[in-house]
């Protein structure tokens, strides 16, 4: 079996790709993930609600990721 030595990384390999330090989403990138992210956040919100079927842990978990889903939108707006 030969083996062949090569610096650069092949196609598909895992090698990560380093992004320059000042890198900004563009406008329309950071809408449709700050929305999608609010949306899941609130959609979790809603399934927690007292009258929703499910146990109270379970929505008290339901709680919790909703709230992790909205601070998570607003910080992909802000950066």
Request: include cysteine; charged fraction near 15%; hydrophobic fraction near 40%.
């Amino acid at each position: 079996m030969a083996t062949t030595s090569s610096s650069e990384p092949r196609p598909g390999s895992d090698a990560q790709v380093e992004l320059p330090q000042n890198y900004k989403d563009c406008l329309a990138c950071r809408v449709v993930g700050s929305v999608a992210l609010g949306g899941v956040g609130i959609y979790a919100l809603n399934q927690s609600r007292a009258h929703a079927p499910g146990s109270v842990v379970g929505k008290r978990i339901m709680a919790g990721l909703g709230v992790c889903f909205l601070v998570a939108s607003a910080l992909r707006w802000t950066k």
